[in-house]
């Protein structure tokens, strides 16, 4: 096993290694570590709902009612009332006929796409799609292809070959976790069509926070009818846990029986359903969040601009600020740490290599007084690195 400590060398050599640190406090804009206090700007509780009291008197009470674990898989005796409440909600609330939950968007992606293609097929997804698309594609055993990023020229030539394969899927993130930019969905559709190609989009980090009604990037783009696999999660900005899978009657049967990770592991426990149905709920009757959400975002684009700094092409509430050297961006972060913003450096392989970068995110719970704040550390921080 001695590789195992060579490896853990070389990570470290090469400014890669990670380390665990544990939140003392809930989630939230204001968090403790290690006994300090932290301003953080990395969540993906986007809209501020991982600690609210809805959620956690729902949870309580379903508890009471339910236990905790739900002591089987969904399709033996794991199927309980809040996971059946939970779906109709998704459904109604994403405008689509079914949906059916995952117990992560990881599972959602890695059990959605191997069935449906696999050998004979023909797969494409955007170079920059989340790993867990991308993990789902290589286990479907189906020929993957990736086309560059938001390209549609390389997404065509991809697809030229298409008559030599069974079926063809596309997928793409619609936000890129990231970077923050969006893929061109109403394009990528058209292009799909032509080639008699089905297409999958993963919402993760829109659902909740784009469209008039929190339906994601599709709808925000008027392509959501258009889309055939729309998958979410409900860790964002639902407050949550899990993953879904919205679409047809049809669609959502054929993965209740033959997407393995519902099939093959144990469900949700039942009172996290229900405070993702809470959750779900407090988004629709609040458009005030979302509304409070991009008057930051917009906020923090403008401060970003200002300071001169990088943050690529970001169209949503991620904002990359690029550095280059992981190293450099482990010395930023830790800047920006001892100020009390909590900001984490990202480095490969999560993202290219020389594209390391801090990733900060916006949520509508900071206040024009939080976003003041990191606009001050972001100026000392950008003398003292020399950014």
């Not at 997407?259 to 009757?285: H, N, Q, V, W, Y």
Request: glycine share 10%.
């Amino acid at each position: 096993m001695n590789f195992i400590r060579d490896e853990l060398k070389r990570l470290e050599d090469e400014g890669l290694l990670r380390t665990l640190r544990a939140l003392e406090t809930g989630q939230g804009v204001r968090v403790r570590i290690g006994g300090r206090d932290y301003l953080s700007f990395c969540s993906n509780d986007y809209l501020g709902l991982a600690s609210h009291p809805k959620l956690f008197t729902t949870v309580r009470d379903t508890m009471r009612k339910f236990g905790w674990g739900a002591g089987a898989a969904r399709l033996v005796s794991g199927t309980m009332t809040p996971h059946a409440e939970l779906e109709r909600a998704l459904a109604e609330f994403e405008g689509t006929a079914a949906a059916v939950v995952f117990p992560t968007g990881y599972m959602a992606n890695v059990g959605t796409i191997p069935a449906l293609v696999g050998e004979g097929d023909l797969v494409i997804g955007d170079r920059l799609n989340h790993g867990s698309l991308i993990d789902g594609c290589r286990l479907s055993r189906s020929t993957f292809r990736f086309y560059e990023h938001c390209d549609m020229d390389s997404l065509r030539k991809r697809l030229a070959r298409r008559p030599d394969y069974r079926r063809a899927l596309v997928v793409t993130d619609s936000v890129f976790s990231m970077d923050g930019d969006l893929a061109p969905l109403p394009e990528i559709v058209q292009i799909a069509r032509e080639h008699d190609a089905v297409v999958m989009v993963d919402e993760a980090h829109a659902t909740g926070v784009f469209g008039e009604r929190g339906r994601g990037v599709a709808e925000r783009l008027g392509v959501k009818d258009e889309i055939d696999v729309r998958m979410g999660t409900l860790s964002k900005a639902v407050g949550s846990i899990g993953g879904f899978v919205c679409g047809t009657g049809a669609l959502v049967s054929f993965l209740q029986n033959c997407a393995r990770t519902f099939m093959l592991t144990t469900s949700l426990p039942p009172a996290a359903c229900a405070a993702s149905t809470a959750g779900l709920k407090r988004i629709s009757e609040s458009p005030h969040l979302r509304e409070r959400l991009w008057q930051n975002v917009e906020h923090v684009r403008k401060v970003l601009d200002d300071l001169g700094l990088d943050t690529g092409n970001s169209a949503s509430q991620i904002f990359p600020i690029i550095i280059g050297d992981a190293a450099r961006a482990t010395a930023v972060s830790s800047a920006l740490d001892e100020r009390g913003i909590l900001i984490p450096a990202i480095r490969p392989p999560t993202v290219p290599k020389g594209t390391s970068r801090l990733r900060l995110t916006v949520s509508a719970a900071h206040s024009a007084e939080d976003i003041e704040r990191l606009v001050e550390a972001l100026a000392e921080v950008k003398v003292a690195c020399g950014l």
